[in-house]
């Protein structure tokens, strides 16, 4: 090797080391502060109550803002809605993908399917989790969202991560989890829920 392609080696190889810390290291600041003091327990014919997450749970998530409630209407039906902020700014944490956690909790996920979510005048690329203990069925509505958009893939938001980083956009990231029966009565009620509640979920967001 010539010295000329010793010393191009030897830059690119100084600059690609360069690049991957600053990636790892780099915090840019987040989009805004976030909260959800103000999220509604009351919407429409719902009411909820707010859930103590385990400590460690909250720990190991270390998210800036989250909101665990079940909702209940006039009919008994009742939604679980799980909604969580992850600022760019925290050196770790970060939300774990329900294909991991569910099957550790005992939930057998039975199938999974795209579920398109309107909201205004986009739609949400959701994922659906159809899921089983004994003879209790669950259905699990989830998608994650960053500066690149929502996605339910875990490959996709990964990708959505190293853009982030590429592009020194704030890597902040919300997750959003809806948990109804699965039965066309509870069905119906979700899908309800779920346009009544987008708004207050994407209003408490900084993304834009």
């Known amino acids: 090797m010539d010295k000329k392609s010793f010393y191009?080696?030897?830059?690119?190889?100084?600059?690609?080391?360069?690049?991957t810390l600053l990636i790892?290291?780099?915090?840019?600041?987040?989009?805004?502060?976030v909260n959800f003091d103000?999220?509604?327990?009351?919407?429409?014919?719902?009411?909820?109550t707010k859930e103590t997450l385990d400590p460690q749970i909250l720990e190991?998530?270390?998210?800036q803002?989250?909101?665990?409630?079940?909702?209940?209407?006039?009919?008994?039906?009742?939604?679980?809605?799980?909604?969580?902020?992850?600022?760019?700014?925290?050196?770790?944490?970060g939300p774990h993908s329900p294909r991991n956690c569910l099957p550790g909790s005992g939930w057998v996920?039975?199938?999974?399917?795209?579920?398109?979510?309107?909201?205004?005048?986009?739609?949400?690329?959701?994922?659906?989790?159809?899921?089983?203990?004994h003879k209790s069925k669950q259905v699990m509505d989830f998608?994650?969202?960053?500066?690149?958009?929502?996605?339910?893939?875990?490959?996709?938001f990964k990708l959505y991560e190293l853009l982030s980083a590429l592009t020194f956009k704030p890597r902040d990231i919300a997750f959003v989890r809806f948990v109804a029966k699965d039965d066309p009565k509870s069905l119906k009620a979700l899908e309800e829920f779920q346009t009544l509640m987008l708004k207050e979920i994407y209003?408490?967001?900084p993304f834009k």
């Open 24 to 33: 790892k290291f780099y915090r840019p600041e987040t989009a805004g502060n």
């Open 65 to 93: 803002a989250i909101i665990s409630a079940t909702y209940v209407n006039s009919e008994g039906i009742s939604i679980h809605l799980l909604f969580d902020f992850f600022s760019s700014e925290a050196a770790f944490g």
């Open 109 to 133: 996920i039975t199938e999974t399917v795209a579920n398109n979510i309107r909201n205004k005048n986009s739609v949400i690329p959701a994922g659906r989790f159809q899921l089983q203990m």
């Open 38 to 48: 103000s999220f509604p327990l009351e919407i429409g014919d719902w009411k909820g």
């Open 8 to 19: 191009i080696s030897l830059i690119v190889i100084a600059l690609t080391f360069a690049m």
């Open 60 to 63: 190991l998530l270390n998210p």
């Open 203 to 205: 209003g408490h967001l």
């Open 143 to 156: 998608w994650y969202i960053t500066n690149y958009g929502e996605t339910a893939n875990d490959y996709v």
